[in-house]
C-alpha cells in the first residue's frame, strides 16, 4: 500500500518591486534596446529592407512593454534622476 503523498506547500510569490532601483534598472534596459536599435539602423546590414524592418519591429516589440511600465511608474510618483533616463526618454 502506498502512502499518499504530502501536500506541498507552495510559498507566494513575492510583489515586484516598484521603486527607485527599479525604474532605474528599467530605464537601463530601454536604453540598451535604443543602443541595439541604433545599431540596427547604422551599421547592421541586411538582405533586404524587409529583413530590416522585422528586425526592428522584434526589437520594439520587446522595447514596448518596458517603456509602458517605465512611464507609468514615472507618472505613479516613483522617484528618478534625469541622469538615468534613456536617450529616448530625453528627447520627448
Excluded: Q, W
Excluded at 21 to 29: K, M, S
Excluded at 67 to 79: H, N
Amino acid at each position: 500500500m502506498k502512502k499518499p503523498a504530502p501536500e506541498r506547500i507552495h510559498a507566494a510569490k513575492p510583489a515586484p518591486r516598484h521603486d527607485k532601483y527599479f525604474l532605474r534598472d528599467l530605464h537601463r534596459e530601454i536604453d540598451l534596446f535604443d543602443r541595439k536599435l541604433a545599431y540596427l539602423n547604422n551599421y547592421e546590414e541586411f538582405a533586404s529592407p524587409r529583413d530590416r524592418d522585422e528586425a526592428e519591429k522584434k526589437l520594439l516589440a520587446k522595447r514596448a512593454p518596458l517603456e509602458r511600465t517605465a512611464r507609468e511608474l514615472a507618472a505613479s510618483g516613483v522617484e528618478f534622476a534625469d541622469k538615468d533616463l534613456p536617450r529616448s526618454f530625453r528627447t520627448a
